[in-house]
């Protein structure tokens, strides 16, 4: 029982979203009442708990645990705001949404109604709407890189790359050594035809993470595009053809690498190959 | 190894049960007990907690927005850079950040009039107060009462270093030093009962005496500092903050990180030498001290406002700095 309320306390911390987990943990200290010994620590628990519960759609423990919350912090806007994911899972998006505004004319800067919200426009496929919502909100929680992330999603779902490009810009600023943003960043500057840069980018990501594949695939890509089309790299702060020469060779040969190891399926091993020789 | 036992047999001292029944612990108890008491009047005292204004939070997001692109803007590429500094510098100087763009040019009135901040300072002091009173009565008490007591002996010998912190107010030079006097043990009380209040009140309790020592001393320095840097939050007149940062930026320079991030790679990989990467710093180096003696005073100006920061103290200096470049530029 320590060991389950250590790990779930570990889980609040590092932010992870382990549904399976939590539920695993949590419901036998929520059902056997063994979760009252942690005292303070007892409702966080319980909030954590609801959500995962809410996530793997265990709807009976999420009903216990906002009941418990309820009855312990009655009228509270984060109580109100499980009360209005329950809806959200239920399906009731207009009842939700009407829950999370009536928490943000109490008070506007509820940071966790406001996302909510944003989440709810998003669901019920107001697209615009939910990006004008999300950009109000980032104009004052700028360093919310998660926020900046969700905008440059829906973003691309509208197909404005521009714009993304901007949100994972943020991104990358934010949290520069995260290799998935730069990922993501050069996959849209690819997608905007701006190889150059995007080659620059997907280097990046196979310098912080060695021998990524897809970021590798990138490069070839990337390079393939360049040689063809050399007008493309007159730019002065392109890569020179020497290097590109080199990149390529390097990517061809770290691809292969990857795919001759034993761990390699051998349907991927060949379909490689024949991409690869395809470029 | 004689000396030693012929002073411990000199210093056989016995001590009156009754100091131990009706000092010790008594001192003890009424610590412990001023502290949990202590722990649910702050509770009380504090009540709802302040509601956070929308505008001044976005006001210094704003602010740490630019220090983030001045900070890690060299992982952006450099049109990216620029456009945010442009839009930003813009932003800043119209004060289309500040909480009341309007009120920028209006003379300030007297803070003592302004109800936010007559109510955070009266906040602070609330707290101050309920942390520094208890602890002043209960110092006053022993100090009235058990002055010169000598309460317990250390089980284990000490050097004669430690007679200022366990001897305090029994001015005695030859008593050993493993006696400890009742002021002493206050204070050993004052700092060791922490854990104590952790188990009775559960972590994230108000009755930490170690606060009492942080609000002590921020107090002094609030009175050494005058009213500009009261810790109780004067308010900063933003205007001129951000044209600081605003100068802060217009100034930062971009170098982008990815600019020999293929010979990086390749170097990584084992595909070229090493040395290439040295040799290609080298080459940006000189090129860069090519280009700046020519524009060597603006490279000083840079080094010296860049130090100063968003210290609204400097804001004279990079102020006319400001009007120098600009009647430079003209």
Same mark, same amino acid.
């Given at each position: 029982m320590v060991n389950a309320a250590k790990v779930l306390q570990d889980l609040r911390a590092s932010a992870e979203r382990k549904p399976d987990v939590v539920v695993r943990l949590g419901k036998p200290l929520i059902i056997s009442g063994a979760v009252k010994k942690l005292d303070a620590d007892a409702w966080l628990v319980y909030e954590q708990v609801a959500i995962a519960a809410l996530d793997v759609g265990d709807e009976l423990l999420a009903h216990k645990c906002i009941e418990a919350l309820e009855a312990k912090f009655p009228g509270s806007a984060r109580v109100r705001r499980l009360q209005g994911m329950r809806l959200e899972a239920h399906g009731k998006l207009e009842e939700a949404s009407g829950v999370y505004k009536a928490i943000l004319e109490e008070d506007e800067t509820n940071v966790l109604a406001s996302k909510r919200q944003v989440?709810?426009?998003?669901?019920?496929?107001?697209?615009?709407?939910?990006?004008?919502?999300?950009?109000?909100?980032?104009?004052?929680?700028?360093?919310?890189?998660?926020?900046?992330?969700?905008?440059?999603?829906?973003?691309?779902?509208?197909?404005?790359?521009?714009?993304?490009?901007?949100?994972?810009?943020?991104?990358?600023?934010?949290?520069?050594?995260?290799?998935?943003?730069h990922l993501k960043y050069a996959e849209i500057l690819y997608t905007q035809e701006n190889y150059s840069l995007a080659l620059k980018e997907f280097c990046r990501v196979v310098e912080l993470c060695k021998d990524h594949v897809r970021g590798l695939y990138g490069i070839k890509l990337c390079t393939s595009h360049l040689r063809q089309n050399p007008r493309l790299a007159k730019d002065t702060k392109a890569t020179n053809q020497e290097d590109l020469e080199a990149i390529d060779l390097l990517a061809t040969e770290r691809l292969l690498a990857v795919y001759s190891s034993d761990k390699a399926a051998p349907s991927s091993k060949d379909s490689s190959k024949r991409w690869l020789e395809s470029l | 190894?004689?000396?030693?036992?012929?002073?411990?047999?000199?210093?056989?001292?016995?001590?009156? %049960?009754?100091?131990?029944?009706?000092?010790?612990?008594?001192?003890?108890?009424?610590?412990?007990?001023?502290?949990?008491?202590?722990?649910?009047?702050?509770?009380?005292?504090?009540?709802? %907690?302040?509601?956070?204004?929308?505008?001044?939070?976005?006001?210094?997001?704003?602010?740490?927005?630019?220090?983030?692109?001045?900070?890690?803007?060299?992982?952006?590429?450099?049109?990216?850079?620029?456009?945010?500094?442009?839009?930003?510098?813009?932003?800043?100087?119209?004060?289309?950040?500040?909480?009341? %763009?309007?009120?920028?040019?209006?003379?300030?009135?007297?803070?003592?009039?302004?109800?936010?901040?007559?109510?955070?300072?009266?906040?602070?002091?609330?707290?101050?107060?309920?942390?520094?009173?208890?602890?002043?009565?209960?110092?006053?008490?022993?100090?009235?009462?058990?002055?010169?007591?000598?309460?317990?002996?250390?089980?284990?010998?000490?050097?004669?270093?430690?007679? *200022?912190?366990?001897?305090?107010?029994?001015?005695?030079?030859?008593?050993?030093?493993?006696?400890?006097?009742?002021?002493?043990?206050?204070?050993?009380?004052?700092?060791?009962?922490?854990?104590?209040?952790?188990?009775?009140?559960? *972590?994230?309790?108000?009755?930490?005496?170690?606060?009492?020592?942080?609000?002590? *001393?921020?107090?002094?320095?609030?009175?050494?500092?005058?009213?500009?840097? *009261?810790?109780?939050?004067? %308010?900063?007149?933003?205007?001129?903050?951000?044209?600081?940062?605003?100068?802060?930026?217009?100034?930062?320079?971009?170098?982008?990180?990815l600019d020999n991030v293929e010979t990086r790679l390749l170097v990584k990989y084992g595909k070229k030498p090493r040395e290439v990467l040295l040799q290609q710093q080298e080459a940006k180096k000189k090129r860069l001290t090519s280009t700046s003696s020519t524009t060597k005073t603006t490279t000083t100006t840079t080094t010296s406002s860049s130090s100063s920061t968003s210290n609204a103290s400097f804001q004279p200096a990079s102020v006319s700095m400001a009007r120098a470049k600009k009647s430079k530029r003209a």
């Open positions: 989440m709810v426009l998003h669901a019920m496929g107001q697209t615009t709407e939910a990006i004008a919502a999300l950009v109000k909100y980032l104009d004052i929680n700028y360093t919310d890189f998660e926020a900046w992330l969700q905008l440059g999603d829906m973003y691309l779902s509208e197909h404005m790359y521009p714009q993304a490009a901007f949100c994972l810009e943020e991104c990358l600023m934010l949290q520069p050594q995260n290799h998935i943003f | 190894m004689g000396a030693w036992t012929v002073l411990q047999e000199r210093q056989a001292m016995l001590l009156d %049960p009754a100091i131990r029944d009706w000092v010790l612990i008594p001192i003890m108890f009424v610590m412990v007990l001023v502290g949990i008491v202590r722990h649910h009047v702050t509770v009380l005292l504090s009540g709802t %907690p302040k509601k956070a204004d929308l505008k001044s939070a976005r006001e210094t997001k704003a602010l740490q927005r630019a220090g983030i692109l001045r900070a890690f803007g060299s992982h952006l590429p450099s049109q990216a850079f620029e456009t945010r500094k442009v839009y930003l510098c813009e932003a800043f100087e119209k004060g289309r950040y500040l909480k009341d %763009p309007d009120a920028k040019n209006k003379p300030k009135g007297n803070v003592m009039q302004d109800p936010a901040y007559v109510e955070t300072m009266m906040d602070g002091m609330k707290k101050n107060m309920m942390n520094i009173v208890p602890q002043t009565v209960i110092m006053g008490w022993i100090n009235f009462f058990f002055s010169g007591f000598v309460l317990i002996k250390l089980p284990f010998p000490l050097t004669i270093r430690f007679k *200022s912190m366990l001897q305090r107010g029994v001015e005695t030079s030859d008593m050993d030093v493993s006696w400890v006097s009742s002021l002493s043990w206050y204070f050993l009380n004052l700092f060791g009962l922490q854990s104590v209040f952790t188990l009775i009140l559960g *972590s994230g309790h108000a009755a930490d005496a170690m606060r009492d020592m942080q609000a002590m *001393s921020t107090m002094g320095m609030g009175a050494a500092a005058g009213p500009q840097y *009261s810790p109780t939050g004067q %308010p900063q007149d933003m205007n001129k903050v951000f044209l600081s940062e605003r100068e802060n930026l217009e100034i930062a320079e971009h170098e982008w990180g």
